[in-house]
């Protein structure tokens, strides 16, 4: 039975852009970065809805959260939080990862060994009123009175306006596996998929479409290269980004079974299928990571797969469209789209910054 209220699913949920620094100037709002699933809860009395950031269904994966919430949320609400799981050195990702599993007897047991909690930090709709419009602060406050009897697993994120206590928060709350500082605008509404909001982290990461690999020098067909990172531009083309190789030996060999399943029928719709049908014929066109000056006559050859994985790396800083160094793999990110990984979510240098470089450096 599907939820009857002011706002039903699929909600996208608000996004933030990147930014170096805490923002003083200005009417914010800051709250601490969790590390966690994006999730919107929709409760239409014994109806409730736990969906993803790519709006997917979650709670069939957190039974245990699903049973709090029935017990804590008033009877009509739809909130936007986080679904983390809090383990003894402080948030565990790799934690939560495990619970996205198919078997329904594994989800339950897992539920038991690492129960998972929910923060909440915004609410779109209270009743039969739509908050979508209201100004931030004032969804923050209504926020603050629904949940103020609320206990643990359910929580509210910590909110300030103070800029220094959000940087104390930047620079303590590091080591508890929270990723940066969050600034929302005060008087800012609920735009569903617009970066309006900003998000200030401890290091550059992007969410990159896995396109391609090849194959380790010593190692064709038992170990994996580099995998081959690819983003969305402005018009929806997938353009080449650069490589991530940082793995160790037995990751190498482990990879190599991993991305099987996606080599089966990976040119069908490929974005690059040009590239990978002619790489030797079109000597002349630039493939994904093809020969260039700097390449000194390696094997370049990849192996196409299937568009369908996203994986969250590390890099230092953009060259032109394409990442400076290699870049660094963190980790898979099965709660993302392959279409969200676009060039929106990178850190830009503004112009100015670049102009003060150079007349510093005359």
Not at 22 to 45: H, M, N, Q, S, Y
Not at 114 to 128: H, K, N, R, T, Y
């Amino acid at each position: 039975m599907a939820v009857q209220l002011p706002v039903n699913p699929p909600v996208a949920p608000m996004l933030a852009k990147r930014v170096d620094e805490i923002p003083t100037e200005g009417a914010w709002i800051f709250e601490p970065k969790w590390d966690g699933f994006r999730a919107l809860v929709f409760r239409d009395r014994d109806e409730l809805q736990i969906q993803s950031r790519d709006l997917k269904p979650l709670d069939r994966y957190f039974p245990e959260v699903v049973e709090t919430l029935r017990e804590q949320l008033p009877g009509k609400c739809v909130l936007d939080g986080e679904v983390v799981i809090a383990g003894a050195g402080g948030l565990d990702f790799e934690a939560l990862q495990l619970r996205l599993h198919p078997a329904a007897t594994r989800v339950k047991l897992l539920s038991k060994e690492i129960p998972a909690s929910v923060v909440f930090f915004d609410l779109l709709c209270v009743g039969e009123r739509d908050l979508r419009g209201e100004p931030f602060e004032a969804r923050r406050a209504e926020l603050e009175r629904l949940l103020a009897g609320a206990r643990p697993p359910v929580h509210i994120t910590p909110a300030t306006r103070d800029s220094s206590v959000a940087l104390d928060w930047f620079r303590r709350f590091e080591g508890a596996g929270l990723d940066g500082v969050m600034a929302k605008p005060a008087t800012g509404i609920y735009e569903p998929n617009k970066r309006t909001m900003l998000k200030v982290k401890h290091e550059r990461d992007c969410d990159c479409l896995v396109a391609g690999f090849r194959w380790h020098k010593d190692g064709e067909g038992t170990a994996i290269g580099s995998l081959l990172l690819g983003l969305f531009d402005s018009e929806g083309a997938l353009q080449h980004v650069g490589v991530c190789a940082s793995f160790r030996q037995a990751k190498r060999r482990e990879l190599v079974d991993f991305l099987e399943p996606y080599r089966r029928g990976a040119l069908d719709g490929h974005p690059w299928r040009g590239w990978a049908e002619f790489q030797t014929e079109n000597e002349g066109k630039r493939m994904p990571g093809g020969q260039s000056r700097w390449s000194q006559g390696k094997d370049l050859s990849w192996e196409p797969l299937r568009p369908a994985l996203v994986a969250e790396v590390a890099y230092e800083h953009m060259q032109g469209r394409r990442f400076r160094h290699m870049a660094h793999f963190r980790r898979w990110r099965t709660d993302k789209r392959p279409e969200d990984c676009t060039y929106a979510q990178l850190e830009v240098v503004p112009p100015e910054e670049l102009r003060e470089v150079f007349a510093s450096g005359r």
